[in-house]
């Protein structure tokens, strides 16, 4: 019989299948040596917000990550913003910034534009700046020369406030580089024969400041014009700095041998120590002591070197044009003591201010900050006086007069919007130790013991007045704000970079 069949209204009975669990894998990070992936991409070269933190969270990202390289060409980036940060830091310090503020400037505008793991040096005039790729350890350098320095205190305070913007809020490299290109281009402040005539006021007030009479202060201001004209000739045809101080050396006993045929009762030797004093303003003393004291040895050593270049320059030109002056009969012993009275401590305050005024006008000291400079200059002179009057000898007095005004130049400098160091350096003018340097060489050429000690009292009061206006400049950032947090190789503050201290995170606080 063939097999019954099942009836038409029964299901077929479904089988239970049993399947074990598929266990997980735990992930496993790449090699350490395992490069991260590379897309291809079309070069983007606008470093506008968006590559900017593209760029940044390329760079803290750690190299195990899976994260693909973003829409930008890293190593033209790179080269870009290295490009841009130089240029910046070469302008500010062939201006007269010391090396640290260029060097803290460039870390802070390459941490900005997203680039960790930045190296900056400045070696007296080669700045060089390298970026290493933390995930191929591939290093980019770029290095460049700083051949020639001038005071502009116009162009320092204009492209440290550039500076201040692209750290709070980086642009584009190529719009930022053009309003770099025009600071560097623009006109200056005021024109030549008005800088002329602020060198020649400088001569002038100085004159003053030693008791010099109204015909002794009309020659130093001649001569300051007349010396100021042929060393700025000279500069435009590329003469050596030692040459341009032996010819306007040489212009101060020319000019001081035609006084006495004005006034016999004159002093010929004030305009030779009025003319000295002109010249030795713009030398580079508080900035040696700066890069010294900021831990730059070989730039601040540099700077001094050429300071005493300088001045051996001086005594060169001086000692010359007096040498042939004293074949017709006329001795200029340089003397310049003054006894200190009650009206010549106002012809003193009125002096260090006109120095101070010619001195700003000279390096183009920005027109919102005149007036601060100006007060400061006869604040310091009259510490300074105040000192010597209550006995606490040259240096200390120095001293105290740099921290006087070293911290009324930090309030100052928030109140004009202007750099710490334009302010300070102006201010301190009238107290450089310009003659007391002058008299050690020149005793010293003559084969007089004296001049060492006059070398070493000038060394001594340029370090007091640099030291002490640096401390004060550093007690008032760590009062005002919290420390740098890059303020780990360096230790002195900044001077030249009006960027807020502060431990956030916001670009505009890396500094």
Request: glycine share 10%; with cysteine; hydrophobic share 60%.
């Given at each position: 019989m063939p097999p019954s069949s099942p009836p038409a209204d029964t299901k077929p009975v479904p089988v239970a299948v049993t399947t074990a669990p598929i266990p997980k894998q735990p992930y496993r990070a790449p090699h350490p040596t395992t490069p991260r992936p590379v897309t291809t991409s079309i070069p983007i070269l606008r470093a506008d917000a968006t590559g900017i933190a593209a760029v940044r969270a390329y760079e803290?990202?750690?190299s195990t990550s899976t994260t693909a390289i973003p829409t930008i060409d890293i190593?033209?980036?790179?080269?870009?913003?290295?490009?841009?940060?130089?240029?910046?830091?070469?302008?500010?310090f062939s201006s007269g910034a010391g090396a640290e503020d260029a060097t803290a400037a460039m870390?802070?505008?390459?941490?900005?534009?997203?680039?960790?793991?930045?190296?900056?040096?400045?070696?007296?005039?080669?700045?060089?700046?390298t970026h290493e790729d933390q995930s191929t350890h591939e290093s980019i350098s770029r290095s460049r020369d700083v051949k020639y320095r001038n005071l502009n205190y116009a162009k320092l305070t204009a492209t440290s406030e550039l500076i201040a913007e692209l750290i709070e809020e980086p642009t584009d490299v190529a719009e930022a580089r053009k309003r770099l290109a025009t600071i560097v281009s623009s006109k200056p402040q005021v024109t030549l024969l008005y800088r002329r005539v602020g060198w020649s006021l400088v001569g002038a007030g100085a004159a003053a400041l030693f008791g010099g009479s109204p015909i002794?202060?009309?020659?130093?201001?001649?001569?300051?014009?007349?010396?100021?004209?042929?060393?700025?000739?000279?500069?435009?045809?590329?003469?050596?700095?030692?040459?341009?101080?032996?010819?306007?050396?040489?212009?101060?006993?020319?000019?001081a041998a035609v006084v006495p045929l004005v006034d016999p009762g004159a002093s010929p030797s004030l305009v030779v120590v009025a003319t000295i004093i002109m010249l030795l303003a713009g030398v580079t003393t508080f900035g040696a002591v700066h890069d010294t004291l900021s831990g730059f040895y070989l730039t601040g050593t540099a700077r001094l070197i050429e300071a005493l270049l300088i001045t051996g320059g001086?005594?060169?030109?001086?000692?010359?044009?007096?040498?042939?002056?004293?074949?017709?009969?006329?001795?200029?012993?340089?003397?310049?003591?003054?006894?200190?009275?009650?009206?010549?401590?106002?012809?003193?305050?009125?002096?260090?201010?006109?120095?101070?005024?010619?001195?700003?006008?000279?390096?183009?000291?920005?027109?919102?900050?005149?007036?601060?400079?100006?007060?400061?200059?006869?604040?310091?002179?009259?510490?300074?006086?105040?000192?010597?009057?209550?006995?606490?000898?040259?240096v200390w007095s120095s001293g105290a007069a740099a921290m006087g005004a070293g911290l009324l130049a930090a309030v100052g400098a928030r109140i004009v919007r202007t750099p710490p160091l334009v302010i300070i350096v102006c201010a301190l003018?009238?107290?450089?130790?310009?003659?007391?340097?002058?008299?050690?060489?020149?005793?010293?050429?003559?084969?007089?013991?004296?001049?060492?000690?006059?070398?070493?009292?000038?060394?001594?009061?340029?370090?007091?007045?640099?030291?002490?206006?640096?401390?004060?400049?550093?007690?008032v950032q760590y009062v005002w704000g919290p420390g740098r947090s890059l303020q780990r190789r360096f230790v002195g503050p900044l001077m030249a970079l009006p960027v807020r201290l502060s431990r956030s995170n916001k670009p505009g606080a890396r500094i």
């Open positions: 803290d990202a750690p190593a033209a980036y790179t080269r870009s913003v290295l490009d841009l940060t130089m240029r910046l830091a070469e302008v500010i870390l802070a505008l390459t941490r900005a534009y997203g680039l960790r793991g930045t190296e900056a040096n400045i070696t007296h005039t080669i700045i060089t700046l002794v202060i009309l020659a130093a201001f001649v001569a300051g014009f007349v010396i100021d004209f042929l060393t700025t000739a000279l500069e435009k045809r590329r003469v050596p700095l030692f040459y341009q101080t032996v010819v306007g050396g040489a212009i101060g006993p020319i000019f001086l005594v060169a030109g001086v000692a010359g044009s007096s040498l042939v002056l004293a074949r017709f009969g006329l001795d200029l012993g340089i003397s310049a003591d003054v006894p200190v009275t009650l009206g010549v401590v106002a012809i003193q305050l009125v002096a260090a201010v006109v120095i101070v005024a010619g001195f700003a006008l000279g390096t183009q000291v920005p027109w919102r900050a005149f007036w601060v400079v100006c007060l400061l200059g006869a604040v310091a002179e009259a510490i300074y006086l105040g000192a010597s009057n209550a006995g606490f000898g040259l003018v009238p107290l450089v130790p310009g003659l007391a340097l002058f008299r050690g060489l020149l005793e010293m050429a003559d084969g007089d013991i004296n001049g060492l000690l006059n070398l070493l009292t000038a060394g001594a009061v340029a370090v007091a007045l640099a030291a002490s206006a640096i401390l004060a400049q550093l007690i």
